[in-house]
């Protein structure tokens, strides 16, 4: 068996080959003792699911070892998303959750993500653990579990709705009446995914013309990918354009991620729609807080923070990360560039359904397209170009860590200020240009995302970039 590794968040693997039943006992079992090492078995715990292949029988699986670990167990009605479950810990008063799902992955994936008490993605301190309780599992096969019938004739195991508890709390955190004022027309992309009819029903519900795709629940997700970026929102785009409308949402396959397109029919970035959240969050909402970024998302929320007189903090790449710095309170908004972002007041958990509702009140509250929003934001803090690069690895002895080990004087003609450790190698240079390298976690693949202030200073970035990679692939 291959080593069970949870990574930025959770365990992933193909369906049938690591990812089986067996494989999943072993870790719901972890999680069994895990639960009990720290005290909390006489909590409940929740299990949930998404719109994936076998998702429903997976979490059945994982109900049947928890009970008979003696842990209650909720088991959800339902495919849901992610931050729905996250929401029920805190809700239930659960010690916890487990969620069946790999995200955005292709869709022979599914994966396992634990969700704490707190909440949020569970800390690396926390994985460590359970990883070591999977090898020992593992190694010794002991593994206990019985059948969902006597789970429920011991009352250890209850079926429960999450969804009206969970919509109730999104009213709570959008301005509902904002939008039933505005004239906006939406079309929303669920991707296939757990996020069916959540961003659409409260929109519609609230008297906001919308249009549902992808509404259907479908474990290949159409033969594409449930991520929500630019290249996999083609048809969200085509069809903002087709019904003229004022915006199209789109949430991934578990719908913590956000994806948004302008009228226009553009994609707009991950970290445009960050700097659109906290625009709207301090000039309308008059909403004050801490700036929460990882090293890869833009430095314009830097420039935010300093006009809004707000406090920025940097953190690793992982959604956790910014949990951990949400568990301190006082957070107004945390984000990363993938496309995860949380506010004050909701769960430290990345939320795709509350960002998109967020998106839509800022245009509402407005009167204005986002592309007219994003203009007066330009002329107020200025513009960043983004982009990643991804260069494969090959099998070149070191060539990963002469990568990592380089410290060039200069990228392209902008000399290099200063080199950070953080996450990968950070690269700051002159003119408020910046490029993070970072090896993928997850892929054989060399992560390197670079910010300029120009779209031309980033073409010579980007070319700096590639020779110099060349180079050492070269020499190594």
Request: hydrophobic share 40%.
């Amino acid at each position: 068996m291959h080593a069970i590794r949870f990574g930025t968040d959770g365990w992933r693997a193909i369906v049938a080959e690591e990812f089986t039943m067996e494989n999943v006992r072993i870790v719901a079992q972890a999680i069994a003792c895990y639960t009990k090492e720290i005290g909390q078995q006489e909590q409940p715990l929740i299990v949930g699911h998404d719109t994936r292949f076998l998702g429903r029988r997976f979490a059945e699986e994982v109900g049947k070892v928890l009970t008979a670990n003696g842990i209650r167990t909720y088991l959800l009605n339902e495919a849901a998303p992610t931050p729905a479950v996250a929401f029920g810990v805190k809700h239930f008063a659960a010690s916890g959750a487990v969620m069946i799902t790999a995200s955005h992955n292709p869709p022979e994936y599914n994966g396992i993500k634990y969700i704490p008490e707190y909440a949020g993605p569970a800390t690396p301190a926390i994985t460590k653990k359970l990883e070591a309780w999977i090898a020992r599992i593992a190694e010794s096969g002991e593994v206990r579990t019985i059948s969902l019938e006597e789970a429920k004739a011991q009352k250890r195991l209850q079926i429960i709705v999450l969804r009206p508890h969970y919509e109730a709390h999104l009213r709570r955190m959008v301005k509902m009446d904002v939008l039933r004022r505005s004239s906006l027309h939406v079309v929303v992309d669920a991707m296939h995914g757990a996020g069916i009819g959540y961003v659409s029903g409260l929109l519609r519900e609230a008297g906001v013309r919308t249009v549902g795709i992808r509404e259907s629940i479908d474990a290949a997700f159409g033969g594409d990918l449930p991520e929500p970026n630019d290249k996999h929102l083609a048809l969200l785009k085509q069809e903002v354009l087709n019904q003229r409308a004022t915006m199209g949402l789109a949430n991934d396959g578990d719908a913590d991620r956000f994806g948004v397109v302008d009228e226009q029919g553009r994609y707009i970035p991950a970290n445009d729609v960050l700097v659109l959240l906290t625009y709207h969050l301090v000039k309308n909402r008059k909403l004050k807080g801490k700036i929460v970024r990882t090293v890869a998302t833009t430095h314009l929320l830097d420039k935010m923070a300093e006009a809004y007189d707000l406090e920025l903090i940097e953190t690793p790449v992982g959604f956790k990360y910014i949990g951990e710095q949400m568990l301190g309170g006082d957070v107004l908004i945390g984000g990363e560039e993938s496309g995860g972002a949380s506010i004050l007041g909701h769960i430290p958990e990345k939320d795709g359904v509350l960002i998109n509702m967020l998106i839509a009140e800022l245009c509402a509250w407005e009167g204005k397209s986002i592309s007219e929003i994003r203009r007066d934001i330009h002329e107020q803090f200025g513009e960043r170009f983004c982009t990643r690069l991804d260069l494969p690895l090959t099998s070149q002895e070191g060539l990963l860590q002469r990568i990592m080990d380089a410290e060039p004087q200069l990228i392209g003609p902008f000399a290099v200020q200063q080199i950070q450790s953080k996450d990968g190698r950070k690269l700051l240079l002159e003119d408020g240009h910046w490029v993070l390298i970072r090896p993928s976690g997850t892929e054989p693949l060399v992560r390197i995302y670079c910010e300029a202030t120009t779209q031309q200073a980033l073409e010579k970035i980007k070319e700096a970039i590639r020779d110099w990679f060349l180079d050492i692939r070269v020499s190594v």
